[in-house]
Nanobody
Framework: QVQLIESGGGLVQAGGSLRLSCAAS????????MGWFRQAPGKEREFVGA????????YYADSVKGRFTISRDNAKNTVYLQMNSLNPEDTAVYSC????????????????WGQGTQVTVSS
């Protein structure tokens, strides 16, 4: 079983940057990919991006492509979400998740979730 703990959320002005971290522990050797999702009030959870654990290949939602970057530190079992050029529409609770298989990166394909961290972007 994998446990995930996110950190790094907070309040930032539009145009600013934040970096989120997701530390994994437990049976991480079963992990195929790590994903980042976000959920704004009144909206469904949406895919932000993902990284394949073995080769660091990344995938991003169109809404964040070119602004957000996912990376990983194998030695620390940690995945990062670097968010630049933030705008108020990026305000949401951000969660990391892990999956043990190759799916289509919808939330249902991820088995383990962190508790989430709030990101608020002021205009």
């Amino acid at each position: 079983q994998v446990q995930l703990i996110e950190s790094g959320g907070g309040l930032v002005q539009a145009g600013g940057s934040l970096r989120l971290s997701c530390a994994a522990s437990g049976r991480t050797f079963r992990t195929y990919a790590m994903g980042w999702f976000r959920q704004a009030p009144g909206k469904e959870r949406e895919f932000v991006g993902a990284i394949i654990w073995s080769n660091a290949r990344t995938y991003y939602a169109d809404s964040v492509k070119g602004r957000f970057t996912i990376s990983r530190d194998n030695a620390k079992n940690t995945v990062y979400l670097q968010m630049n050029s933030l705008n108020p529409e990026d305000t949401a609770v951000y969660s990391c998740a892990s999956t043990s298989y190759n799916g289509d990166y919808s939330p249902r394909d991820f088995q383990t979730w962190g508790q989430g961290t709030q990101v608020t972007v002021s205009s």
